[in-house]
């Protein structure tokens, strides 16, 4: 038997054919996002359809039908999402009666990456996990006992717009003070050009070719390594709220393992160097174990592998 999973996105809705955790092929379309729901279900419908006849595969011997997006899943399956111009969207009921034989699920992208990491990498054989991704904002994903944690009312985990401290610049959900405006790919861009305005001297603006729109997460981590003094102090900033974000987690769950991924993972040597020592010190209660701290494995096959887990 086999199953799929649908990665939807702001750019692509990526399908992929899986069996046994690995994906045997992979299909994509560019996405339509000014189509509505009635577009988005017609391109997945199409999708599925194309990908099983390219494989030879029977409707038949699909199992599950699994979809991550990019928005807020309730647990009725509604789905909003303002990128897509989705209102709680009833995707999966809609897609279910197309593929009456295969159970068709939809989460949100940022829990089904945790659940692809948990299901089949960096944390398959624990049995509590929490995956963050530090992209342009930062995402999150709670799985215990296989399971993904979305709360009562499918709103929870959402990881990055906790509130960590007061910011210099408000959060795109309108409050100040969330996660992701400390610790994104966005976040550190930011902060390094904030410094930067302010005629600060680095390294960074020169690989940026003297423009400060220019600046990535990764010219911040490259400078860092050969000791300019601005990105050791964007850097150190970014660790600072990286570890309470994570003696937040761990204050809440105490899970055995969190799991990092997205674009600021790539530099895991310098994030990871004594952060779960940083971690501790933000803990009430100091002594004994804290979670593994470790870098997830997959990239961009996250999406289709998790969702085809759900
Ligand atoms: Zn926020």
Redesign the pocket.
């Known amino acids: 038997m086999y199953t799929i999973g649908i990665d939807v996105g702001g750019m692509s809705i990526k399908a992929g054919v899986v069996k046994g955790g690995k994906i045997i092929n992979k299909l994509s379309k560019e996405t339509n996002r000014n189509g509505g729901m009635e577009v988005l279900v017609q391109d997945i419908k199409v999708l599925v359809e194309d990908i099983l006849v390219q494989n030879n595969i029977n409707i038949e011997e699909v199992n599950n039908i699994g979809i991550g997006i990019p928005g807020v899943v309730t647990n009725d399956g509604g789905v909003t999402c303002v990128n897509l111009g989705l209102k709680n969207a009833l995707i999966a009921p809609m897609l279910q009666d197309s593929f009456k034989g295969s159970k068709v699920s939809i989460g949100n992208d940022a829990n089904v990456a945790a659940l692809a990491e948990f299901s089949y990498g960096s944390m398959k054989g624990y049995d509590s996990g929490v995956m963050i991704t530090l992209g342009t904002?930062i995402g999150g994903g709670i799985v215990v006992n296989g399971k993904l944690i979305t709360g009562a009312n499918g709103i929870g985990a959402?990881i990055?717009?906790m509130?960590i401290s007061s910011n210099y610049f408000?959060?795109?959900?309108?409050?100040n003070?969330?996660?992701?405006?400390f610790c994104s790919a966005t976040a550190i861009i930011k902060y390094a050009q904030k410094l930067v305005e302010e005629g600060r001297k680095t390294t960074i603006i020169e690989m940026a070719e003297n423009d400060i729109n220019n600046i990535t997460a990764k010219m911040v981590f490259d400078s860092y390594k050969e000791n300019d003094e601005v990105a050791i102090e964007v850097v150190d900033r970014f660790k600072k709220y990286l570890a309470m974000g994570l003696a937040n987690i761990i204050n809440f769950i105490d899970p055995q393992v969190i799991s990092i991924g997205g674009g600021v993972s790539n530099a895991s040597d310098i994030m990871l160097e004594g952060l779960s020592e940083k971690v501790k010190q933000y803990l009430p209660f100091k002594e004994g174990n804290i979670a593994d701290i470790v870098i997830a494995q997959f990239k961009n096959d996250a999406g289709i592998l998790g969702a085809s887990a759900l």
């Open positions: 904002g959402e990055g717009h509130m408000e959060c795109n959900c309108g409050n003070g969330c996660f992701e405006t």
